[in-house]
């Protein structure tokens, strides 16, 4: 089984900068690409940044130039530098990657880590 386990999520004003950090663990193969979503209440599951097993990035145009994804696939972990946040980013944000585990391909699910920005 595979786990995603995210952290550095918080409280934080808004101008202000947070990191989220996701790892990966269990019997993986590789990994493919990874990526970050977020959930406000009452609003659907969005995709915010995804990289690529080679470093390939792309970002919700709101997030462009505030937010940098990145990775270090010798830890299997994902990263997200949110800068310059503002009251809207506040969400609930998920980490999800594509894993081959043998030879079968599977999408997993991190559990969610609340970022709230006050304003």
């Known amino acids: 089984q595979v786990q995603l386990v995210e952290s550095g999520g918080g409280l934080v004003q808004a101008g202000g900068s947070l990191r989220l950090s996701c790892a990966a663990s269990g019997i993986i193969f590789s990994i493919n690409d990874m990526g970050w979503y977020r959930q406000a209440p009452g609003k659907q599951r969005d995709l915010v940044a995804v990289?690529?097993?080679?470093?390939?990035?792309n970002y919700v145009d709101s997030v462009k130039g505030r937010f940098t994804i990145s990775r270090d696939n010798a830890k299997n972990t994902v990263y997200l530098q949110m800068n310059s946040l503002k009251p809207e980013d506040t969400a609930v944000y998920y980490c999800n990657a594509n894993v081959d585990v043998g030879f079968t391909r599977r999408n997993y699910w991190g559990q969610g880590t609340q970022v709230t920005v006050s304003s």
């Open positions: 990289i690529s097993s080679g470093g390939s990035t």
